[in-house]
């Protein structure tokens, strides 16, 4: 008999080890909680006791969206992740105790937290400021928007395998909910979200300003900042674009971005475009985009109701293979397929340039990237809610909209200037960081976390916990 001489020669596999800390980077995660303010913050607006055994709410909250940054995808894997940590954080919180400090959530307690989030996000905005790249604002076509807060708005649907309050068939034919959220593109914090039933409807207006109103309470200064705000077509609605018309004031400049249903009155405005009006569309580096154009429509179509002021935008491209059955009788005999912006924007501050038609077009393009935030959010808790109850899964989806901010907050604090890291999606920061093994020994009086050297990324890792501690504590 030949003995094998593989990789597998004389190896045993046991579960015999001490020490070891799998998914080490909850000390990361955990760290921004902390500095940042929001582990005290919250402690201030939950319940509280000095009763043995009671597990404190504000640290059932944030370990749960630390462990919804590490891949939880309920709430016994979340239990069994702090179990498995209990060696650095202390005592677990059973999945009973996080169910209940959930379904405790009520609206009031909720509005608490939303202000608390506020608060602890206008410090870490302040620490963005000092970075040495400064504060991430956005760039398109090559112009970089200094000043300019940009808010998404867009739902997504989250199907459920299971009859749970709530969930009903979705526009999509599937079941489940809908929720809507908007989304900071500066910095890709979930600023805010609203749990709908599955057969809410996309254009609702009063949800759209629900959660427009929560989200400008999370940016920092919102009274007198410039912000821009970008939606899909259920985002072109009379109420809406008049509520963000009233939005400005003296102080405060809100300019907006919205998708446009195209009717019959748009194809004959279309109709009546010559063709020296088209001018070939750009790319987001601001270099043109052959074969594509853009122009300017506006007066071209009266019909009433709109706010005054508002333009409209139209790109046309050829059709692809899957747009043909889709086109319109216009389309066809014109060979183009069109789509149309709306806004109210004539001049964006200290951008040049910012009125242009071509320029106008790449801006609402951009808002494509919200489906990566909503990618991003789903691979961070939101792909199922885990409970039957309505308020318990509110309370999951809050807890994902944390682990959201501090993934974003440590990438954007402490990972700013690494390769790869800076703007690194959830299975790129688990594989590099927040899985990573670790050993935990005591020596000298302390305690050590230790890495293994040889790992590609152990100085990113040792760096970000050093960037983390040195942060200034929320005042």
Not at 33 to 47: N, S
Request: charged share 25%.
């Amino acid at each position: 008999m030949v003995e094998r001489t593989g990789w597998d020669r004389r190896l045993s596999v046991v579960a015999d080890g001490k020490g070891l800390v799998g998914h080490a980077g909850a000390v990361l995660l955990r760290r921004c909680a902390d500095r940042t303010g929001m582990t005290g913050a919250l402690a201030k607006v939950l319940p509280s006791s000095m009763v043995a055994g009671w597990r404190d709410r504000a640290g059932v909250l944030v370990h749960l969206a630390v462990a919804i940054v590490l891949g939880a995808s309920n709430l016994s894997e979340a239990e069994q992740l702090q179990l498995h940590h209990r060696p650095l954080f202390g005592p677990e919180a059973s999945d009973s105790t996080a169910r209940r400090a959930l379904a405790a959530l009520d609206e009031t307690t909720l509005a608490k937290i939303g202000k608390v989030r506020a608060r602890v996000r206008r410090h870490v905005w302040g620490l963005l400021h000092l970075r040495p790249g400064g504060f991430p604002w956005l760039t398109v076509a090559g112009k970089r928007l200094r000043g300019w807060i940009v808010i998404d708005l867009d739902a997504t649907v989250i199907t459920s395998a299971s009859k749970k309050a709530g969930a009903a068939v979705t526009f999509k034919k599937t079941y489940g909910f809908h929720p809507l959220a908007a989304r900071c593109a500066n910095t890709t914090e979930s600023l805010s979200m609203l749990l709908r039933p599955g057969n809410a409807g996309a254009n609702t207006v009063a949800d759209h300003i629900a959660v427009l109103t929560d989200a400008l309470t999370q940016i920092p200064r919102s009274p007198a900042a410039k912000i821009l705000i970008r939606a899909d077509g259920a985002g072109a609605t009379h109420g809406l674009l008049e509520h963000l018309e009233a939005l400005n004031t003296t102080r405060r400049t809100v300019r907006y971005t919205v998708g446009w249903k195209i009717t019959e009155d748009d194809e004959k405005a279309i109709a009546r475009l010559p063709g020296s009006a088209w001018e070939t569309s750009v790319h987001q580096d601001g270099s043109l985009q052959e074969g594509y154009f853009v122009a300017e429509l506006t007066g071209l179509n009266t019909r009433e109701g709109w706010p005054e002021g508002m333009r409209l935008i139209v790109r046309r491209v050829r059709p692809t293979r899957r747009h043909l059955k889709k086109l319109t009788a216009f389309e066809k005999k014109t060979g183009w397929r069109y789509c149309i912006t709306a806004t109210n924007i004539r001049h964006m501050w200290g951008v040049a340039g910012s009125g242009h038609a071509q320029f106008l077009d790449v801006l609402h393009r951009s808002h494509a990237g919200v489906e990566d935030r909503v990618r991003t959010n789903k691979a961070m808790g939101l792909d199922n809610l885990p409970s039957q109850s309505w308020e318990v899964n509110r309370g999951w989806m809050l807890a994902a909209n944390i682990a959201a901010d501090l993934d974003a907050w440590v990438r954007l604090l402490a990972l700013h200037d690494i390769d790869d890291l800076a703007a690194a999606e959830p299975d790129t920061m688990r594989f590099r960081l927040y899985h990573l093994p670790a050993r935990l020994a005591d020596h000298a009086r302390r305690r050590w976390l230790r890495i293994e050297r040889t790992w590609p990324w152990a100085t990113a890792f040792t760096t970000c916990w050093q960037r983390l501690t040195a942060l200034p504590a929320l005042p």
